[in-house]
């Protein structure tokens, strides 16, 4: 968290600032992430369903009906697949951001003065 915050005084754009938030955000998000499959993985075997169908996120499936092993391996694969979702979307944007930065940087440097 300190170091967050020795961050935020080396913003001086507006730009810098959407990618400070964005950065914490993708940050927050992976903490929660993170936390969810700790928790799932240190509960107790009786606790462990509950959770596992709290974590269930996309499909509707009557966990019910399935073993607590095979629970907890469906919400373990869907809490990496949402890790790797975000790592994937993260990469993205960065590289469009990388782009941006180039064009912003291209278009800067060409300027012509108009006289």
């Known amino acids: ?19 400070f938030f964005a950065a914490t955000g993708a940050w927050v998000l992976r903490g929660r992430s993170k936390e969810r499959e700790r928790l ?5 075997p009786e606790k462990r369903a ?11 499936v009557d966990a019910g009906r399935l073993s607590p092993g095979q629970q907890f391996d469906l919400a373990m694969a869907q809490i990496q697949a949402r890790t790797r979702r975000f790592q994937v ?8 951001a990388v782009n941006a930065l180039v064009v912003s940087v291209y278009a800067i440097s060409r300027r012509v003065d108009i006289n």
């Open 50 to 60: 509950e959770l596992v169908i709290n974590a269930l996120e996309f499909f509707s």
């Open 89 to 96: 979307c993260a990469i993205v944007i960065c590289f469009l």
């Open 1 to 19: 968290m300190h170091q967050l915050l020795s961050v935020v005084q080396t913003i001086s754009t507006g730009v810098s600032l959407i990618a």
């Open 40 to 44: 799932i993985r240190s509960a107790p």
